[in-house]
């Protein structure tokens, strides 16, 4: 019978290590030394990652509650729980197709459950344009969704001006 222990090495710590008790210099673990090649983000004096200002532009309560519903609207279709045509006020054509599109493929996700939206943020980019991210869940899996709305007259005042016209659903 072969000796196994030869070809397994002892998994890394991954607690510190208990007080008054020091580890030998091959069993510490240390950050690998950084380089400006490394990939990682500057490091300011603190030891936190340099983050550029807050936006202190407020962000439209209207441009949310589109965001939501037009992402659970959405999310319906695929779940083939809505006809796409419903998507017509809200996404931009060539995105309803799309949308359509996905709802008859074959998406092997779908067998988990019910996608339900989850989270969603909104970060402006731009005077009249907003980006959106966020998250959706199908049983105990979670999925990305972002989004791109902008402010146009064609939308109308019932949907507050916005429609997505940009959509990428993981």
Do not use: N
């Amino acid at each position: 019978m072969r000796d196994t222990h030869r070809f397994l090495t002892q998994a890394p710590r991954c607690e510190p290590p208990i007080a008054g008790r020091t580890e030998s210099r091959a069993t510490a673990h240390r950050a690998p030394a950084r380089s400006p090649h490394s990939g990682r983000s500057p490091v300011s004096g603190r030891g936190q990652a340099a983050r550029p200002p807050a936006e202190t532009v407020a962000i439209d309560p209207e441009a949310q509650r589109f965001a939501e519903h037009a992402l659970r609207l959405t999310l319906e279709v695929v779940d083939r729980r809505r006809p796409p045509a419903q998507l017509r006020p809200l996404l931009a054509p060539a995105l309803v197709g799309l949308v359509g599109a996905l709802a008859q493929r074959a998406v092997p996700a779908r067998g988990l459950g019910v996608a339900c939206l989850g989270r969603v943020h909104l970060r402006p980019s731009g005077a009249d344009s907003v980006e959106v991210f966020g998250s959706y869940s199908r049983g105990p899996r979670m999925f990305a969704v972002a989004a791109r709305l902008e402010r146009t007259p064609a939308a109308g005042k019932a949907l507050g001006g916005w429609r997505v016209t940009s959509l990428q659903v993981g």
